[in-house]
T-cell receptor, first 115, second 113 residues
Framework: DVKVTQSSRYLVKRTGEKVFLECVQD?????MFWYRQDPGLGLRLIYF???????EKGDIPEGYSVSREKKERFSLILESASTNQTSMYLC??????????????FGDGTRLSIL | DQQVKQNSPSLSVQEGRISILNCDYT??????FLWYKKYPAEGPTFLIS?????DKNEDGRFTVFLNKSAKHLSLHIVPSQPGDSAVYFC????????????FGGGTRLMVKP
């Protein structure tokens, strides 16, 4: 069974702070993703990574960066947090093998509030 | 502009009846569709998928129908159970977009006992 662990369930930060959200998976999956979920907008892709040290922008990368130094860990970084980044953040993984028909596996999410 | 739309933000159904959740899309490059279910305080979990070469896929109580000409898919749950109460997301993948999924806004299903 795939285990995707997000380091915090709830996080409160202040405007202008640098914020790190961590995601760890235990299935040796190559692909990892960061989404944010907002009411009525569904899940929107921020960044994804094909493999270690590789990253691609998603639909809404502005204000975010990512780091993938090890295969099992994918970090989302808010360089200077703003109130419009208050959201639910979801990490997902997927294996490369058979990727075309493989679903993504999600963590339980981090609810981030920026004050 | 949302390429995947779920026009009903919520749906209420009596236990034992059929639940029908709808999803419309605009991108003709989408060739694979998925449904995810999400409970509060949990991440989405994969439910069922369908390839564009099919028009129906069934898995137990869950059936997904795809109408390519109308760019419409639907998820049928029969019979509905209170444990099915959750938010359901439709997602689509384009054949030229590699790993990326595009999600709809979600529909909250409430199944009343």
């Amino acid at each position: 069974d795939v285990k995707v662990t997000q380091s915090s369930r709830y996080l409160v930060k202040r405007t202008g702070e640098k914020v790190f959200l961590e995601c760890v998976q235990d299935m040796d999956h190559e692909n990892m993703f960061w989404y944010r979920q907002d009411p009525g907008l569904g899940l929107r892709l921020i960044y994804f990574s094909y493999d270690v040290k590789m990253k691609e922008k998603g639909d809404i990368p502005e204000g975010y960066s990512v780091s993938r130094e090890k295969k099992e860990r994918f970090s989302l970084i808010l360089e200077s947090a703003s109130t419009n980044q208050t959201s639910m953040y979801l990490c997902a993984t997927r294996p490369l093998q058979g990727a075309a028909r493989q679903p993504q596996h999600f963590g339980d999410g981090t609810r981030l509030s920026i004050l | 502009d949302q390429q995947v739309k779920q026009n009903s933000p919520s749906l209420s159904v009596q236990e034992g009846r059929i639940s029908i959740l709808n999803c419309d899309y605009t991108n003709s490059m989408f060739d694979y569709f998925l449904w995810y279910k999400k409970y509060p305080a949990e991440g989405p979990t994969f439910l069922i998928s369908i390839s564009s070469i099919k028009d129906k896929n069934e898995d137990g109580r869950f059936t997904v129908f795809l109408n390519k000409s109308a760019k419409h898919l639907s998820l049928h749950i029969v019979p509905s159970q209170p444990g099915d109460s959750a938010v359901y997301f439709c997602a689509a993948r384009a054949n030229n977009a590699g790993n990326m999924l595009t999600f709809g806004g979600g529909t909250r299903l409430m199944v009343k006992p």
